[in-house]
């Protein structure tokens, strides 16, 4: 049980476009689900905290403006990453709690690249 | 601000060897603590998690311990397989909201 999908796996941008990706929950619901980045060699860093129905919480130094969250639904919460950048190239992950449990479990991760 | 270490970086051992992944953490009041395996390019697959009121917990091969007075918790992996190669990451969890702050990770390698 517990399962996030993530979508896309991968993408491949041009600079200045801009991707979403979409985070899902498939057989729970999520009020909260979090997005963490990992660039190369590195280990997660959370971004921001999705929370449904009201803004996302962004940590220090994560621009809101550009790295757009949505989250609509219970099992839905979408990164939309505007005028991406090559910098901004990353593996981007979520998260999300089943309600009453504290495991975390993740999606697939998406690899986005920006050319 | 919590901060995760995990050392070694890398690690390699010969196949059935016991594997000792280290994990510290600066701030001790954590909601819970859990690691994680990651193969390369893919996300992560939760493999213990340890609430904060817990000493341990085993999964078979796997047991972590949790010692929040001295900030640290330790994967012990049993008898060692080529398939266990991967990176471990411990996490440990903020409050109920459950943000997890990362350690750098640990790259193990278990050579045949």
């Known amino acids: 049980g517990a399962v996030v999908s993530q979508h896309p796996s991968w993408v491949i941008c041009k600079s200045g476009t801009s991707v979403k990706i979409e985070c899902r929950s498939l057989d729970f619901q999520a009020t909260t689900m979090f997005w963490y980045r990992q660039f190369p060699k590195q280990s997660l860093m959370l971004m921001a905290t999705?929370?449904?129905?009201?803004?996302?919480?962004?940590e220090q130094g994560v621009e809101k403006d550009k790295f757009l969250i949505n989250h609509a639904s219970l099992t839905l919460s979408t990164l939309t990453v505007t005028s991406a950048h090559p910098e901004d190239s990353s593996f981007y992950i979520c998260s999300a709690n089943d309600r009453g449990r504290t495991e975390a479990f993740f999606g697939q991760g998406t690899r986005l690249t920006v050319v | 601000k919590q901060e995760v270490t995990q050392i070694p970086a890398a690690l390699s051992v010969p196949e059935g060897e016991n594997l000792v992944l280290n994990c510290s953490f600066t701030d001790s009041a954590i909601y819970n603590l859990q690691w994680f395996r990651q193969d390369p390019g893919k996300g992560l697959t939760s493999l213990l998690l340890i609430q904060s009121s817990q000493r341990e917990q085993t999964s078979g091969r796997l047991n972590a311990s949790l010692d929040k007075s001295s900030g640290r918790s330790t994967l012990y992996i049993a008898a060692s397989q080529p398939g266990d190669s991967a990176t471990y990451l411990c996490?440990?969890?903020?409050?109920?909201?459950?943000?997890?702050?990362f350690g750098g990770g640990t790259r193990v390698l278990v050579k045949p």
């Open positions: 996490a440990a969890g903020r409050a109920a909201g459950n943000k997890l702050t």
């Open positions: 999705s929370n449904e129905g009201s803004k996302a919480t962004y």
